[in-house]
């Protein structure tokens, strides 16, 4: 008895109204500007890193003989 008075309940608890088109839109937005600036924040630290280092200047580029025009 006491189960077909708790089944009803539980069926209206577990039927929540779906978040509206605004609601889940403003949630996806909110998710990938925190992802953006997650990986701004790794390329930053990556640049800052790869300047630390202390690496040869490029080489200057061969650069063939002149022609003789023949």
Do not use: H, Q, T
């Not at 790794?42 to 790869?50: T, W």
């Amino acid at each position: 008895m006491r189960a077909a008075l708790l089944v009803p309940l539980l069926l209206l608890a577990a039927c929540k109204e779906e978040p509206d088109f605004d609601a889940r839109y403003d949630k996806a937005a909110k998710e990938i500007e925190v992802r953006a600036r997650a990986m701004d924040a790794d390329i930053a630290e990556s640049e800052k890193a790869a300047s630390a280092r202390d690496l040869p200047a490029p080489p200057k580029p061969a650069n063939a003989p002149p022609s003789s025009g023949e």
